[in-house]
T-cell receptor, first 107, second 115 residues
Framework: DAKTTQPTSMDCAEGRAANLPCNHS???????VYWYRQIHSQGPQYIIH???NNETNEMASLIITEDRKSSTLILPHATLRDTAVYYC????????FGTGTRLTVIP | DTGVSQNPRHKITKRGQNVTFRCDPI?????LYWYRQTLGQGPEFLTY????????KSRLLSDRFSAERPKGSFSTLEIQRTEQGDSAMYLC?????????????FGPGTRLTVL
């Protein structure tokens, strides 16, 4: 399974876009990139996934580089409720969570 | 509420006792997963079922751990002879199997404290 590298923590001002990077240089051709987040004391929550193309849903956008070795999760207008740990996961079958990025949205 | 539910939410036990947790997945989901999460770490995969068949077990799942999903609906995770190192949040997730991707829906977890 491909390993991912994420910054330990990030801050973002409320209302601004939060851009969370992830490196996955050993990703193989059939592995998807998933993003989950975990708000304190809750179970993880699915955000978005992608294979090759950029993806957008009501929560976020996912930008995957052409070589698929890195990706960026974009929360377009961060709110205080987006404060959470964000996990970038690359796996073809089961999910392997690392330690994620702790995003703090600042008022 | 039609999400994944877990019971109990909290369990405190003494070292050496057996504990059992229950997970009720989303009703139409045929896959069910168990994870363990310790403080400051992301969830770690333990095992998963497709319907009633247990298809994969992590090396983290020692002989003291056993999971069942007898009718392909709810699942139980039992830990025998608990140790202090078993203290963690135990998370259950379910999904509808697809060859395309694997969106898992997580429950709130059961927090185990072994004294």
């Amino acid at each position: 399974d491909a390993k991912t590298t994420q910054p330990t923590s990030m801050d973002c001002a409320e209302g601004r876009a939060a851009n969370l990077p992830c490196n996955h240089s050993t990703i193989s051709g059939n592995e998807y990139v998933y993003w989950y987040r975990q708000i304190h004391s809750q179970g993880p929550q699915y955000i978005i996934h992608g294979l090759k193309n950029n993806e957008t849903n009501e929560m976020a956008s996912l930008i995957i580089t052409e070589d698929r070795k890195s990706s960026t999760l974009i929360l377009p207008h961060a709110t205080l409720r987006d404060t959470a740990v964000y996990y970038c996961i690359v796996r073809s079958r089961n999910l392997f969570f690392g330690t994620g990025t702790r995003l703090t949205v600042i008022p | 509420d039609t999400g994944v539910s877990q019971n109990p939410r909290h369990k405190i036990t003494k070292r050496g006792q057996n504990v059992t947790f229950r997970c009720d997945p989303i009703s139409e989901h045929n896959r069910l997963y168990w994870y363990r999460q310790t403080l400051g770490q992301g969830p770690e995969f333990l095992t998963y079922f497709q319907n009633e068949a247990q298809l994969e077990k992590s090396r983290l799942l020692s002989d003291r751990f056993s999971a069942e999903r007898p009718k392909g609906s709810f699942s139980t995770l039992e830990i025998q002879r608990t140790e202090q190192g078993d203290s963690a949040m135990y998370l259950c997730a379910s999904s509808l199997f697809s060859t395309d991707y694997n969106e898992q829906f997580f429950g709130p977890g059961t927090r185990l404290t072994v004294l």
